[in-house]
């Protein structure tokens, strides 16, 4: 029963990752044709457990458990203009702005340690 129902969850998660995921439609705009591209990811878990036996003739107790999530990130555009295709990507500034406050974070750490 519960290991159906993920069988059938991941079936559907299967079906819902086409290329229409990753490419988007494409638009036409002023002239020009802009088709996004994405980065999808699928992650999913599961656990289950059993009591031991406690007590004569009483049947243990179960349960189980499971999530899953999916992630789709802009990564990128094309851009044909005149026949001229342009790859022009997506800055992840928030990506850029943690990186740089970490590198931040550990100077400072290791100059206290200095000091």
């Known amino acids: 029963m519960f290991l159906d129902d993920l069988m059938k969850r991941f079936a559907d998660m299967q079906s819902k990752a086409t290329v229409k995921t990753v490419v988007g439609e494409p638009m036409h705009v002023n002239g020009r044709t802009i088709i996004p591209l994405a980065s999808v990811s699928y992650g999913f878990g599961m656990g289950g457990g059993q009591s031991p036996k406690t ?21 990128a555009f094309l851009e044909i203009t005149d026949g001229a295709l342009k790859v022009q990507p997506v800055v992840n500034v928030n990506r850029i702005a943690v990186a740089a406050l970490l590198a931040a974070a550990w100077a400072a750490f290791w100059f206290s340690r200095r000091r």
């Open 55 to 75: 007590e004569e003739g009483k049947e243990p107790s179960a349960g189980g458990g499971g999530g899953g999530g999916a992630r789709i990130e802009p990564v």
